[in-house]
């Protein structure tokens, strides 16, 4: 920088100096409102401006954060030294900057360092930027930096580019009031980042049209939008290859595509928190029922196949349970009291009887013939009843360990002859197999009636029956069968396939009951997560993928750990915590949007690099803000409340120095939509459609609803 430039655009000198704040007093003469000697006029001094402090390594990069007035006795005025004899306090202006960066001239330009390793001192000259410099300080001129998101109102509208793989590479955050713009800003990065990825494709694809070398390409990216509020379904109906999931409220709708999360997608977490599953009793019965169903073993033409396999996964699980209690040594087989085997034992004797029984097949009633034996033999020996002051009094006396493995001996019999014991062969109570919702049912009443503690295990059962007959979730939680919906279908569908790019997928959560809500936000977002972990593991690359959560505090909310009982709200927060802490290894990255921080998951919250401040009128929520950015910089932050729509700040790991940001205009048809009630159009009759009330309709579907908790499912296991 010549002198002759510092001079022209001299402003004041610096007064003070402490590393997050610097003092300037200005010049007399300095600009009032705005400054001209930068060639364009620009607005001086204003708050969130930029002020330069050259010095021998560039220039000091510093944003006003503090503008005011201070009475001094000592004016210094160039030319009129006079104020000393007369020793009145005078008006002098000053102002505070936080030190940001450094501006460093180079051959072709500026370009901006981050940090500052050497301060200025009392006495040296600040400056007003020209243009290219201002341009140089907000532009973000690094390599990656693609995306044009907006411009710098304060830098004479500077375009302002961010880099896609620090903005969504480490979690954006956009904070805001409702209505402040964060939707749209969230709507806006989606479709800037898509168009920007695909012009460049075009130029590249002309290139090699010349050169007829390389193949034609598509943009590779991937959007997953949680959308709670359903205000994104129109924003990018003009884009190909977005998907819309909502729970349909017409079979024939066409215009969305049921939601589906079915339950044999859960894992034995997500079951136990839903299912309210205590620990100690109803959480193992709850993973030995999962792990039992998913295990179908291989499965082939046999007409009696199907049999089969619920024989043997039902009498392996049994055999499973008394090989514990032999394991577990004496105690386990008392005949009285907290461990009693004998009632166990009673109740899989009468199993056997039952199924053997009922078998059509002679082949297998046959197998059972031993199994029914020895199995009653044991159970009445040891079976004791005697009359006591009239009273009849049952109990068991003490197994022996023989007793244990003669069971154990003639149980593994039978499951030879059916094929053998269905255990570990794979999947575990976590995996994601198909399995019916009613065999499940069934599979899991069988095994609870051999548990000692019933009176724990019935209201479980009534708990998980009436989730999976609630009419209004079934379309979301039930198959028809293994094909109606795969695993490699839900991935395709959900997060993108190759024949499907770039592709946008928005998932309407607005018309899922809330007791349900998290828990299939738990189960998508857990299951993209692995696939992009898998992804990894395959493939050593990682897949590229941004998950978008709108109104985050709902979704991602701060919780308190009470007891040993998990709420899926709290499993929610859970999932994205693990993303938000570990999705950057596998290319997932997360934006979250929300209007009230101070109630978001903190781990989520300090996990996210960059962030995109709207208007935030809350002293708890400015609060929470100004603690996520260094001191120095939370003087920007205090335009938070007064920030008009479509302006917010970025600051973070996506730009190289703080600056306010004029977003893009979306047009009206790319905005989401969020719909405030129509009060006074509904009231004088000017709303699109009219509002009549038809309360009997309403009634009808609602009264409707509690008919299916009396139509149980077929159980052909609780005959
Ligand atoms: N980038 C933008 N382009 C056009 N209009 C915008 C933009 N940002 C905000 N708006 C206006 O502000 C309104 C509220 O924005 P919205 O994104 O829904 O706020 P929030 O999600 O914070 O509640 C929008 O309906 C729109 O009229
Ligand atoms: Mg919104």
């Known amino acids: 920088m010549n002198s002759h430039e510092i001079y022209n655009s001299s402003i004041g000198t610096v007064e003070s100096v402490s590393p997050d704040a610097i003092k300037v007093l200005l010049d007399i003469e300095a600009p009032q409102s705005t400054s001209i000697n930068t060639g364009i006029p620009q607005a001086f001094p204003r708050i969130n401006g930029f002020l330069l402090i050259p010095n021998e390594g560039g220039a000091i990069i510093g944003l006003i954060t503090w503008i005011g007035i201070e009475y001094s006795p000592y004016p210094k005025r160039k030319g009129y030294k006079d104020f000393d004899l007369v020793d009145l306090p005078f008006p002098l202006r000053k102002l505070s900057l936080s030190p940001i960066g450094v501006l460093k001239e180079k051959v072709d330009g500026y370009e901006v360092e981050r940090g500052i390793y050497s301060y200025p001192s009392v006495g040296d000259v600040v400056i007003v930027p020209n243009q290219e410099q201002l341009k140089a300080i907000v532009e973000n001129k690094e390599a990656g930096a693609k995306i044009r998101i907006g411009v710098s109102p304060l830098a004479a509208n500077a375009p302002i580019f961010v880099n896609p793989d620090k903005l969504f590479g480490r979690h954006l955050a956009v904070l805001g009031n409702t209505g402040s713009g964060k939707s749209c800003t969230v709507a806006g990065l989606i479709r800037w980042s898509i168009e920007g990825a695909t012009e460049e494709l075009e130029t590249e694809k002309k290139k090699a049209r010349e050169e007829k070398s390389r193949e034609e390409k598509k943009v590779n990216a991937r959007f997953i939008i949680l959308d709670p509020n359903g205000e994104y379904s129109e924003a990018f109906s003009d884009l190909a290859n977005v998907r819309r999931y909502a729970v349909k409220l017409k079979e024939d709708d066409q215009s969305v595509e049921q939601l589906k999360v079915p339950a044999w997608m859960w894992n034995s977490w997500e079951w136990a928190s839903i299912s309210q599953a205590s620990e100690k009793t109803q959480r193992p019965l709850l993973r030995r029922a999962l792990r039992e169903i998913r295990n179908k073993g291989n499965q082939n033409v046999d007409p009696l196949a199907e049999t089969k396999v619920e024989l043997r996964r039902y009498y392996t699980s049994c055999w499973t349970e008394i090989k514990n209690d032999l394991d577990k040594g004496i105690t386990a087989f008392k005949g009285k009291g907290k461990n009693n085997f004998g009632k166990k034992l009673k109740s899989i004797v009468t199993d056997v009887e039952n199924d053997s029984d009922e078998i059509k097949d002679e082949s297998i009633k046959k197998a059972f013939d031993n199994v029914k ?241 709207h208007r935030i009128v809350s002293d708890r929520d400015q609060e929470m803000v100004k603690r996520l950015v260094p001191d120095s910089l939370s003087g920007i932050l205090n335009e938070l409340p007064v920030l008009p729509s479509r302006k917010a700040i970025l600051l973070g790991w996506a730009a190289p120095v703080p600056v306010m940001v004029e977003i893009n205009e979306l047009k009206t048809e790319q905005r989401p939509k969020s719909k405030d009630p129509d009060f006074w159009d509904v009231w004088t009759g000017k709303a699109e459609r009219e509002r009549k009330v038809d309360w009997r309709e309403i009634v009808d579907d609602w009264q409707g609803q509690g008919e299916t908790h009396e139509k149980k499912p077929n159980d052909d296991a609780n005959n």
Not at 422 to 443: A, K, R, S, V
Not at 566 to 585: D, H, N, P, V
């Open 373 to 613: 034996e020895v199995l009653s033999r044991i159970e009445k020996n040891k079976f004791k009843i005697y009359q006591e002051e009239g009273e009849t009094v049952e109990y068991y006396d003490n197994f022996e360990k023989q007793n244990l493995e003669d069971i154990l001996q003639s149980l593994n019999g039978f499951l030879e002859s059916l094929g053998g014991l269905l255990i570990y062969q794979g999947p575990d109570e976590d995996t994601p197999i198909f399995f019916d919702n009613d065999d499940f049912l069934g599979h899991l009443r069988r095994i609870a009636r051999q548990q000692t503690s019933q009176q724990y295990i019935d209201s479980f059962i009534m708990r998980v029956e009436s989730l999976l007959t609630d009419k209004r979730i079934a379309s979301v939680i039930h198959t028809e069968s293994a094909e109606e919906k795969t695993l490699l279908q839900w991935l395709n569908d959900y997060i993108g396939s190759d024949e499907r790019q770039p592709s946008i997928t928005i998932v309407d959560l607005s018309l899922l009951p809330s007791e349900i809500l998290y828990l299939i936000v738990s189960v998508m977002a857990r299951l993209i997560f692995e696939a992009h972990h898998r992804y990894k593991k395959l493939n050593s690359d990682v897949l590229p993928t941004v998950m978008v959560v709108d109104e985050a505090h709902d979704l991602i909310k701060q919780y308190k750990i009470a007891d040993d009982s998990i709420s899926s709200q709290q499993l929610c927060t859970q999932i994205f915590e693990k993303i938000a802490k570990e999705g950057r290894k596998f290319g997932l990255g997360l934006v979250i949007a929300s209007q009230r921080p101070s109630e978001l998951s903190q781990t989520v919250l300090s996990q996210c690099n960059t962030f995109l401040l």
